[in-house]
């Protein structure tokens, strides 16, 4: 059976969140190591789902090409709408990120992250390019209509199943409706409510030549990247300089 790894380090918590200071720049570091963690999962879940189960041909049709896609889906719309939460969280902490202390901890990047780190910011603020509105309000559809909500869901879920169903060319994969029913939850499922949410996904991050859905994911890779080097020198400072009040009191 296998095991996570890791180096493991310790810390004491009065160094990382002082019970009688509030500072905001290390709770928004609260913040940014969560993400970081169910970011790290949703990468595990996807690995996991192609090391351990049979990735399906081309057109096939199957129970199992259907769990499996499904699957997939998920993990998509999850991933999709983490960043989406992820942008949120750094518009409402703008402030903190525009401080001083702050700073000091992202000037000690390496210079090319700290342009990773400039380019999500310009995106989170929108001041990055012509498409950057367009680009949050899709992440925002997904995020509202098809992830974290579905009391508006049976809508636009209705207008995609119409268009995957009715409207697109026919193939092996509109032809019907396919579900399956069995005694467990691991032999059920409805693989049509799955279509339509892919075809729900292909129409809203998919916008004539520019894939929306490709830039999606190259910001997860630089999300990763940036949350951990910020982390690192974030930590890094806090143990300095409480080493340096330890010795100072000496």
């Not at 004491?12 to 963690?37: A, Q, S």
């Not at 991933?79 to 702050?102: A, R, V």
């Not at 069995?182 to 032999?187: A, D, R, T, V």
Request: charged share 25%.
């Amino acid at each position: 059976m296998k095991e996570f790894t890791g180096k493991l380090k310790k810390i004491k918590p009065n160094i990382l969140i002082k019970k009688e200071e509030n500072n905001r720049v290390d709770n928004l570091f609260l913040v940014l190591g969560l993400i970081y963690n169910d970011l790290k999962g949703l990468i595990l879940w996807n690995r996991l789902l192609y090391e351990n189960y049979r990735n399906p041909t081309s057109g096939e049709i199957s129970c199992h090409s259907g769990e499996f896609s499904g699957m997939q889906s998920q993990i998509y719309r999850l991933l999709i709408s983490l960043i989406g939460e992820f942008l949120i969280s750094l518009q409402k902490h703008k402030d903190t990120i525009n401080s001083i202390e702050f700073r000091l901890i992202e000037k000690d990047l390496p210079k090319n992250l700290q342009d990773r780190w400039k380019k999500i910011c310009a995106i989170a603020f929108g001041a990055n390019n012509k498409h950057t509105p367009d680009f949050l309000s899709r992440i925002a559809e997904i995020r509202n209509n098809v992830t974290f909500h579905y009391d508006h869901s049976g809508k636009v879920m209705r207008k995609s199943f119409i268009k995957k169903f009715y409207e697109t060319p026919k193939d092996s994969s509109n032809n019907f409706a396919f579900y399956s029913l069995g005694p467990k939850m691991e032999s059920t499922r409805f693989y049509y409510c799955d279509g339509a949410i892919v075809e729900y996904i292909n129409e809203h991050l998919i916008k004539q030549d520019e894939n929306y859905f490709e830039n999606a994911i190259k910001l997860v890779g630089e999300m990763n990247q940036v949350i951990v080097a910020l982390s690192t020198v974030h930590i890094d400072k806090k143990v300095t300089q409480n080493e340096s009040q330890n010795s100072s009191l000496q």
